[in-house]
């Protein structure tokens, strides 16, 4: 069973950067495509980015595209998702996901995370 954990989160004004982590204990790194979702207050959660095995190939939502950047250590276990130009709207629980293949991870995640808070106020 692979287990996902989320660190990085925080509070930052708008316009501001972060990076979370998320590191995956038991299973190989690279076994899995990985992918970052998030929920924000009152809505369903979204996909945000998404990495194949080899950190090869990327997706990203239309809202994050040009923003965020998602990559991978497989080395170390761990995927990152550097947020730049943070937007109030960004606030949300984002969670980590690993998944058999870059689609599926993006669309139907195997296992999940249990999210770190993302919280974007001046």
């Known amino acids: 069973q692979v287990q996902l954990e989320e660190a990085g989160g925080g509070l930052v004004q708008p316009g501001d950067s972060l990076r979370l982590s998320c590191a995956q204990s038991?299973?190989?790194?690279?076994?899995?495509?990985k992918g970052w979702f998030r929920q924000r207050p009152g809505k369903e959660r979204e996909f945000v980015a998404a990495?194949?095995?080899?950190?090869?190939?990327?997706i990203y939502a239309d809202s994050v595209k040009g923003r965020f950047t998602i990559s991978r250590d497989n080395s170390k276990d761990m995927m990152y998702l550097q947020m730049d130009r943070l937007k109030p709207d960004d606030t949300a629980v984002y969670l980590c996901?690993?998944?058999?293949?870059?689609?599926?991870?993006?669309?139907?995640?195997?296992?999940w995370g249990q999210g770190t808070q993302v919280t974007v106020s001046s």
């Open positions: 996901a690993a998944g058999n293949t870059l689609m599926l991870v993006a669309r139907t995640p195997r296992f």
């Open positions: 038991r299973g190989t790194s690279g076994g899995y495509a």
């Open positions: 990495i194949n095995r080899s950190g090869t190939n990327t």
